[in-house]
């Protein structure tokens, strides 16, 4: 009900749907210019979201994670990965600390395997982990005056997360930064649906193309296209490392290999920005002047600050500040500048 609700405001708005998700409501221009300077609300009810209760939710997760646990409290946030024991990523995680529970959104398309694992390491903890992925929505309001538009409709948590009542059922309010330019998620339920919609009320929809550039611009990966179930969590570069991963804490599936790699100093890829001369696409070939196959091109777009950006993972040979590559479209050979993440730094 939630998400059918959900898709008649999309379609309300004119939605043009691509690949199952709203891709924009007629501007992709206007929808970034929301996000940088003013605020916009994105649909990311497609994610899987979990909810942990139990007095062991903390120290349990503190040994399956990737980022210490120790010093969450109430109202706090915490981003980490969920490992193989060989170091790849299971999933990447946004968890916000609330009172007698712990919330977690994680890709959509890595629900099953990250709740496949999480409950095959919970033997006499007590913890129960309870999927909200089918029967609640996720709202985010993203941009500059998210803050200050959603402060004006419902009282704001002073840290990163709160509940509010509203109309029978719990609004969880959770500070996110999904763009680079800062705001808040929503996660309802059923009952919450409508007085949801009602606060959105006003404030005009985004949909993924425009997200898609904000992202990359600040450096956020997209599970399935920048990263998989092969990609070691230490390939994704320095940015996304110190947000995801503590490398002084405890035993958690996966340490060894990040620490293995962290005391040899690099892996043999890593992923970065590119600053092409035209536009490129995903899964185009990443040449180098001493090897023609040092990568692939995972995630693109055209920025109205930036011009034609992408992401790829790439040899270290290539993997490094200002390093000059070509990208093989298929139009033919497009240079390119290799930056570092996030893009956005680069004004």
């Known amino acids: 009900m939630t ?12 939605a043009e749907w691509r ?18 300077e003013a605020c916009g609300w994105i649909d990311f009810s497609a994610a899987a979201k979990f909810r942990f209760t139990g007095e062991d939710r903390k120290s349990w997760l503190q040994g399956q994670v990737s980022n210490d646990m120790q010093h969450l409290t109430d109202g706090g946030f915490v981003q980490f990965c969920i490992l ?3 170091g790849q990523i299971i999933a990447d995680a946004d ?27 919970l033997i006499l903890e007590d913890v129960a ?41 719990a609004l969880r309010l959770m500070r ?22 009602g606060l959105l009320e006003g404030i005009r929809p985004v949909g993924f193309e425009a997200w898609q550039i904000a992202r990359l611009e600040c450096g956020i990966p997209l599970y399935g296209r920048d990263m998989n179930e092969k990609t070691l969590v230490m390939e994704m570069g ?31 890829r890593t992923w970065m920005g590119l600053k092409p001369e035209s536009p490129v696409s995903p899964g185009d070939a990443v040449s180098h002047a001493t090897r023609d196959d040092v990568g692939k091109v995972t995630s693109s777009a055209v920025s109205p600050a930036f011009g034609p950006i ?17 990208v093989q479209g298929p139009d033919g050979p497009v240079k390119a500048k290799v930056v570092r993440m996030p893009i956005r730094r680069i004004e």
């Open 238 to 268: 320095a940015h996304f490392v110190e947000s995801h991963v503590n490398l002084e804490k405890g035993c958690y599936t996966g340490q060894e290999v990040v620490m293995r790699i962290h005391s040899r100093g690099h892996t043999n």
């Open 176 to 197: 996110q930064d999904c763009t680079g330019s800062g705001g808040w998620s929503l996660l309802f339920d059923e009952a919450s649906a409508p007085a949801v919609i």
């Open 310 to 326: 992408a992401a790829a993972t790439l040899r270290n040979v290539a993997a490094v500040e200002n390093e000059s590559v070509i």
């Open 3 to 14: 998400l059918a609700a959900l898709k008649q405001i999309h379609d309300s708005h004119n």
């Open 84 to 86: 193989k024991p060989t």
């Open 19 to 36: 690949d199952g998700r709203p891709a924009h409501y007629g501007s992709i221009e206007n929808e970034y210019r929301l996000l940088r």
């Open 95 to 121: 968890l916000w600390a609330l009172p007698d529970e712990y919330v977690a959104v994680v890709p959509g398309s890595q629900r099953e395997a990250t709740l496949d694992r999480l409950e095959k390491m």
């Open 129 to 169: 982990i309870q999927d909200l992925s089918q029967d609640h929505g996720l709202i985010s309001v993203q941009g500059p005056e998210a803050s200050r538009v959603l402060g004006e409709r419902l009282p704001l948590p002073h840290l990163d997360a709160g509940t509010v009542e509203l109309s029978g059922g």
